[in-house]
């Protein structure tokens, strides 16, 4: 499945490293907008992605409640 920046809710970043998460800043998420971004399901009863274009991100999308 792949969306659009706009179409996503960041909730977090992912360390390269895999060692946690940071929060995202709004103007960061700005500049993605236009990015596609390809989800993988990370949490069903959640409706949460994993998000991957350069950087990984946790997301839900914006018209899912």
Do not use: C, W
Not at 1 to 17: N, T, V, Y
Not at 28 to 42: A, G, S, V, W
């Amino acid at each position: 499945m792949k969306a659009f920046g706009r179409e996503l809710e960041f909730i977090s970043r992912i360390e390269r490293d895999g060692s946690g998460t940071t929060p995202v800043e709004k103007d960061y998420i700005e500049k993605m907008n236009d990015d596609e971004f390809r989800l993988m399901n990370l949490s069903l009863s959640q409706k949460t992605f994993i998000a991957g274009h350069m950087n990984v991100f946790v997301v839900k999308l914006k018209n899912e409640n």
